[in-house]
């Protein structure tokens, strides 16, 4: 999940978390001990989980009253987790390449704009041309 969503902000107890879960208290900090899942802390050091956690602690109550070991679990975990990460890191990087792209179109309407005259009306593209050759900066390679 990216970074920065709403289920990503840390609001809930471990009371809510328990009541949302059906969890004991016990086993929500034992996960925690496991890596399963890492919740926020207060400046008191108070756990503070949010909605992902929550949906995460969840769907590890799912795959174990499935039969799935707590080691199964983990490496489930674990290759999703890079999974997303890729995922989110591929989303950046194409986010940046984005950027990049518009910022060398942008560059290169800007340095083309102060060359290129608009073809609309002749007196105006007479009147550069002309201003440009007396200030030494038009085509000179017909003037030798």
């Known amino acids: 999940m990216k970074s920065g969503s709403h289920s990503d902000q840390p609001s809930f107890s471990i009371r809510v978390v328990k009541e949302s879960t059906g969890l004991t ?13 890492a919740p926020g802390r207060t400046q008191g050091n108070q756990r503070l989980y949010s909605q992902a956690d929550i949906d995460r602690l969840k769907y590890i109550k799912t795959l174990l009253d499935h039969g799935v070991t707590l080691k199964e679990v983990r490496t489930q975990l674990q290759q999703e987790d890079t999974a997303a990460h890729h995922h989110d890191f591929d989303e950046v990087e194409r986010d940046a390449d984005s950027y990049f792209q518009g910022k060398l179109i942008a560059r290169r309407s800007d340095m083309h ?7 609309m ?8 041309l002309a201003r440009d050759h007396k200030d030494g900066n038009g085509d000179t390679k017909g003037d030798r």
């Open 121 to 128: 009306n002749r007196q105006e593209i007479m009147r550069r």
């Open 113 to 119: 704009r102060d060359s290129l005259y608009p073809l």
């Open 25 to 37: 208290e016990r086993r929500i900090r034992y996960y925690e001990t496991l890596g399963l899942l």
